[in-house]
């Protein structure tokens, strides 16, 4: 009986494993993904666009009285 125990314990900590490499992967995939994308937005825009984005409130009104 031991080794029979034995060897089902070690069955579903293999499945466990390959489970848990499978998730490790696609978060890592996910990851990549993001930063990939972050990359190319912060290449794409320009430093006005940034500027605006983070202040808002700014640039938007003009006082035209002398």
């Given at each position: 009986m031991?080794?029979?125990?034995?060897?089902?314990?070690?069955g579903?900590?293999?499945v466990q494993?390959?489970?848990?490499?499978?998730?490790?992967k696609?978060?890592?995939r996910?990851?990549?993904?993001?930063?990939?994308?972050?990359?190319?937005?912060?290449s794409?825009?320009?430093?006005?666009?940034?500027?605006?984005?983070?202040q808002?409130h700014?640039?938007?009104?003009i006082?035209?009285?002398?």
């Amino acid at each position: 009986m031991g080794i029979a125990l034995l060897s089902m314990a070690l069955g579903q900590s293999h499945v466990q494993q390959q489970a848990s490499m499978s998730v490790m992967k696609m978060a890592m995939r996910n990851a990549e993904q993001q930063g990939a994308a972050i990359q190319e937005l912060m290449s794409t825009t320009n430093a006005a666009a940034i500027q605006q984005a983070a202040q808002p409130h700014l640039g938007g009104n003009i006082d035209l009285k002398a």
